[in-house]
């Protein structure tokens, strides 16, 4: 990269968000910054905001805008974010976040917004069989355990149903996303932004396609400037 790319991926919870998220970053060069992650994180080692978030993410609710700017806007000081940009998972998931973002990046702006399509039945179908590393975070499904007893083959932690991939939670977070995330589709294309991609299909297909489309718009964004 010659210059900062500055991405964000939107889809639904079980889209493959994150799986792309990390296609993406080692493709192009540029941080993965997932605010479930950093939250998760926080909450794993029990700091004082792990503490204020854990009710509310074990629910599926949201997180305040506050909240979530403060971190943001902490990790795009850090010096790989100014020099290589970065590719966003998870965040901006509201209207007043992406306000507050857009502001946050002047004089420069977001470079393309990759929007993960994939019908709902489907994506509540991967997450019941979805299954996470309590220690790493690595995904498994029922149809792909780790090799020996829920014990993950990375880092030998456990393998565990995610507290919010419970069914309640997740038609919680679906419901939310449709509310608060979706209209950021429509923000982001009527902005020339957005790059739609078909999320169905394994995940080379759909990493082939991200990637390729994501060569195309930053090619094309660099021979603007
Ligand atoms: P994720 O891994 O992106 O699905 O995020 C897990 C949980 O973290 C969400 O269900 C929210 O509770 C919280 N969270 C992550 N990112 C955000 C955000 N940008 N705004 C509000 N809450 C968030």
Do not use: N
């Not at 489907?122 to 975070?137: D, H, L, P, W, Y």
């Amino acid at each position: 990269m010659d210059r900062p790319a500055r991405l964000i991926v939107l889809g639904k919870q079980g889209s493959g968000k994150g799986t792309q998220c990390v296609r993406i970053s080692q493709h192009f060069k540029v941080p993965h910054i997932s605010t479930g992650d950093m939250l998760r994180a926080a909450v794993k080692s029990g700091t004082p905001l792990g503490e204020k978030v854990q009710r509310t993410m074990e629910a599926g609710e949201l997180i305040s805008d506050e909240i979530i700017l403060e971190m943001i806007a902490a990790r795009l000081r850090e010096p790989d974010a100014a020099t290589h940009g970065f590719v966003f998972d998870g965040f901006p998931r509201t209207v007043g976040q992406a306000d507050r973002l857009d502001a946050a990046l002047l004089p420069a702006s977001i470079d393309v917004v990759v929007s993960l399509e994939i019908p709902t039945a489907v994506v509540v179908a991967r997450i019941a069989q979805r299954r996470t590393c309590a220690s790493c975070g690595r995904v498994y499904s029922l149809a792909v355990p780790p090799e020996l007893d829920w014990i993950c083959d990375t880092c030998h932690g456990e393998v565990v149903q995610r507290e919010d991939d419970s069914e309640e939670a997740v038609t919680r977070r679906l419901a939310l996303y449709d509310a608060q995330t979706a209209p950021l589709i429509a923000r982001y294309r009527a902005a020339g932004k957005l790059a739609a991609i078909e999320a169905t299909g394994t995940v080379e297909e759909v990493a082939g396609r991200v990637i390729s489309c994501l060569e195309d718009h930053l090619g094309a964004a660099r021979s603007d400037t």
